[in-house]
């Protein structure tokens, strides 16, 4: 099995770290409020702006737990080098 951490956007341009085995299940999810986090509710829709693999839970939710420390500006970094 997979697991994937991703980031989305919010509509007011904040960003959400996440973790899950299907991103396309789970941004639908949070784009109908149904089973999506409770902190993004109200800031719907949002849009997937990065992703990243990993063959191991345990690798996926050190990730998450790692970008989800970082400040704004390492997300940002993070997303653009990735669109390079």
């Not at 007011?12 to 409020?33: A, P, V």
């Not at 702006?49 to 990993?54: A, G, L, Q, R």
Request: proline content about 2%.
């Amino acid at each position: 099995m997979n697991y994937f951490v991703y980031i989305v956007e919010c509509s007011d341009k904040s960003l959400y770290t996440g973790f899950t085995t299907d991103i396309k299940r789970r941004i639908s999810q949070h784009n109908l409020k149904k089973g999506g986090a409770k902190s993004i509710r109200g800031k719907l829709p949002v849009t997937l702006v990065y992703s990243e693999k990993f063959e191991t839970i345990n690798d996926a939710l050190k990730r998450e737990s790692e970008i989800k420390s970082w400040p704004r500006a390492e997300k940002i970094k993070l997303i653009k080098k990735r669109l390079c």
